[in-house]
């Protein structure tokens, strides 16, 4: 049973920074794509950032150059950094994985963690 569970959110003020994690178990961690999605208040999930089982990525426009997706195989983690952090990345962040491969940008998403708080004060 796959299990995915976040950590490292929190109140940041804008233009700091934070690094959440996600802790993969289950199910061959190398062979997943993972990403991170978000969901602000009245707003629809939206991916953030994709990470294929080769290390390829992808990121959401509003992100570029400010949020960096990463993995470590050997902990079966997935980590997001996050700099220069405005009010506008105020979501919670949800960890997903999947093994369907194929093309990461039209991955379907089909594990997900519980989420994680990340508030960005003004």
């Known amino acids: 049973q796959v299990q995915l569970v976040e950590s490292g959110g929190g109140l940041v003020q804008a233009g700091g920074s934070l690094r959440l994690s996600c802790a993969a178990s289950?199910?061959?961690?190398?062979?997943?794509?993972m990403a991170w999605h978000r969901q602000a208040p009245g707003k629809q999930r939206e991916l953030v950032a994709a990470?294929?089982?080769?290390?390829?990525?992808n990121y959401v426009e509003s992100v570029k150059g400010r949020f960096t997706i990463s993995r470590d195989n050997a902990k079966n983690v997935v980590y997001l950094q996050m700099n220069s952090l405005n009010t506008e990345d105020t979501a919670v962040y949800y960890c997903?994985?999947?093994?369907?491969?194929?093309?990461?940008?039209?991955?379907?998403?089909?594990?997900w963690g519980q989420g994680t708080q990340v508030t960005v004060s003004s």
């Open positions: 997903a994985a999947s093994w369907l491969g194929g093309n990461l940008a039209a991955s379907r998403w089909n594990y």
């Open positions: 289950g199910r061959s961690f190398s062979a997943s794509y």
């Open positions: 990470i294929s089982s080769g290390g390829s990525t």
